[in-house]
């Protein structure tokens, strides 16, 4: 069975600090990992991917992740957190077959103070 | 591109009453989508999937009977709350993918916030 853990519920950092949220994940074969945001009363809308090649991938609003095979992770980064960043973050995985859905970790809330 | 909208955004019925959540991808074709519940402060939680043309797979514990679903084309799947109760009361959230990017992410919608009194 897929699952996803983010250990953290919540991610504290100042304005131009690195920030990471953590994610490890438990999948049969190999995964495909994805990072979303999601604001208040939002949808989410879609930060990156790992499918494979790279292990550091790059995606939107500045953002990186990179997969960790042995460590079954994939944390999100960013080297220079902005106030604008603070929302709610989920890691989300899924096996390789068409058609399956996402299973979403629990989500970490980044609050990002000036 | 690949924008999926999803109407109403926000709903409030009384309790018996039924209430229908649209989820139309826009400039692509799905001929898979899926409904997810939000509780607050929670994770998302995969309701059932949505195939075109045929009937949906909903996950263990979903009353389907409750939660009706039809997708009827390939850019529309519609959720129907039947006989709405306050404890159905959630933030309701569709996606989709393109139908032939397996590799492709989801792409959501804006949600619905469901208010049963």
Same mark, same amino acid.
């Given at each position: 069975?897929?699952?996803?853990?983010?250990? #953290?519920? %919540?991610?504290?950092?100042?304005?131009?600090?690195?920030?990471?949220?953590?994610?490890?994940?438990?999948?049969?074969?190999?995964?495909?990992?994805?990072?979303?945001?999601?604001?208040?009363?939002?949808?989410? %809308?879609?930060? !990156?991917?790992?499918?494979?090649?790279?292990?550091?991938?790059?995606?939107?609003?500045?953002?990186?992740?990179?997969?960790?095979?042995?460590?079954?992770?994939?944390? !999100?980064?960013?080297?220079?957190?902005?106030?604008?960043?603070?929302? !709610?973050?989920?890691?989300?995985?899924? #096996?390789?077959?068409?058609?399956?859905? !996402?299973?979403?970790?629990?989500?970490?809330?980044?609050?990002?103070?000036? | 591109? =690949?924008?999926?909208?999803?109407?109403?955004?926000?709903? &409030?019925?009384?309790?018996?009453?039924?209430?229908? &959540?649209?989820?139309?991808?826009?400039?692509?074709?799905?001929?898979?989508? $899926?409904?997810?519940?939000? $509780?607050?402060?929670?994770?998302?939680?995969?309701? =059932?999937?949505?195939?075109?043309?045929?009937?949906?797979?909903?996950?263990?514990?979903?009353?389907?009977?409750?939660?009706? &679903?039809?997708?009827?084309?390939?850019?529309?799947?519609?959720?129907?709350?039947?006989? =709405?109760?306050?404890?159905?009361?959630? $933030?309701? &959230?569709?996606?989709?993918?393109?139908?032939?990017?397996?590799?492709?992410?989801?792409? $959501?919608?804006?949600?619905?916030?469901?208010?049963?009194?």
């Amino acid at each position: 069975a897929q699952s996803v853990a983010q250990p #953290e519920d %919540q991610v504290n950092v100042a304005e131009g600090n690195p920030l990471t949220v953590k994610c490890t994940y438990s999948v049969s074969g190999n995964p495909y990992l994805f990072w979303y945001v999601q604001y208040p009363n939002r949808g989410l %809308q879609f930060l !990156l991917k790992y499918i494979t090649g790279d292990n550091l991938v790059k995606g939107s609003y500045g953002f990186e992740a990179e997969f960790n095979k042995s460590q079954t992770s994939f944390h !999100l980064k960013k080297p220079s957190a902005l106030v604008s960043d603070s929302a !709610l973050y989920f890691c989300a995985v899924r #096996e390789i077959q068409a058609g399956t859905a !996402l299973i979403f970790g629990k989500g970490t809330t980044l609050s990002v103070s000036s | 591109g =690949a924008v999926v909208s999803q109407h109403p955004s926000r709903v &409030i019925c009384k309790s018996g009453t039924s209430v229908k &959540i649209e989820c139309r991808s826009l400039d692509f074709q799905a001929t898979t989508m $899926f409904w997810y519940r939000q $509780f607050p402060k929670q994770s998302l939680m995969l309701m =059932a999937t949505s195939n075109e043309g045929s009937k949906a797979t909903y996950e263990q514990g979903v009353e389907k009977d409750k939660f009706l &679903i039809n997708h009827a084309s390939l850019t529309l799947s519609t959720l129907t709350v039947t006989s =709405a109760h306050p404890e159905d009361s959630s $933030f309701y &959230i569709c996606s989709a993918r393109v139908s032939d990017g397996q590799n492709s992410p989801l792409h $959501f919608g804006n949600g619905t916030r469901l208010t049963v009194t």
